[in-house]
């Protein structure tokens, strides 16, 4: 149980920003990743060390965001989107105003990634957010590369019709602060 306390606590944040990014909605995004954490220890015996354990946990992650997507999509009521927070993200600030700027492009980039087809969202997020290669992705998700990758980029084009070029500036921040966290 000790290893697995540690690797739980060591990308307990990580699997919280995923789901909040597939979800839209921090509180249930911590809520996610608390019963996908359970689920992990509950299948402990099965994990095998040779798998990254974000990468393994992050299936229960990914499993579970559907299928709170799916309750929400059956008792559906009209929300105003707007209402959606973006969980906390660390950044560096250089002023007060280039922090509301940046604030104010993060929330709008945070609603129009939560507006996504959920196909081009879970694609978008795992590959360009959590800078997981497209391989595997696909095994993550039993979709061919070759369709993840048509998905990651038809979401980014929704993303840059929607919002411009800046699209692509964001995504590589997000690659690189993807990459620092791994």
């Known amino acids: 149980m000790t290893?697995?306390?540690a690797l739980a606590e060591q990308h307990r944040d990580r699997l919280t920003r995923c789901a909040a990014l597939l979800l839209?909605?921090?509180?249930?995004?911590?809520?996610?990743t608390q019963e996908a954490l359970a689920r992990a220890f509950a299948a402990w015996a099965e994990y095998r060390p040779d798998?990254?354990?974000v990468a393994w946990v992050r299936g229960f992650v990914v499993n579970l965001c559907r299928q709170h997507r799916r309750r929400l999509v059956r008792h559906a009521t009209p929300t105003d989107p707007t209402t959606l927070n973006p969980?906390?993200?660390e950044g560096r600030r250089n002023g007060v105003l280039s922090g509301i700027l940046k604030d104010e492009l993060a929330g709008r980039l945070w609603l129009a990634v939560g507006q996504l087809p959920e196909a081009y969202r879970e694609a978008v997020v795992?590959?360009?957010i959590e800078g997981m290669e497209y391989a595997d992705?696909?095994?993550?998700m039993g979709v061919a590369?070759?369709?993840?990758?048509?998905?990651a980029l038809r979401g980014r084009t929704l993303l840059k019709s929607e919002l411009g070029p800046v699209v692509d500036t964001w995504l590589?921040?997000?690659d690189n602060d993807s990459e620092e966290m791994r």
């Not at 590369?145 to 998905?151: P, S, V, Y």
């Open 126 to 128: 795992l590959h360009y």
């Open 3 to 5: 290893d697995f306390a």
């Open 145 to 151: 590369a070759g369709t993840l990758r048509a998905r």
């Open 87 to 89: 969980p906390a993200v």
């Open 172 to 174: 590589r921040v997000a």
């Open 24 to 32: 839209g909605d921090l509180d249930e995004a911590e809520a996610v």
């Open 51 to 53: 798998t990254p354990f």
């Open 137 to 140: 992705i696909a095994a993550l």
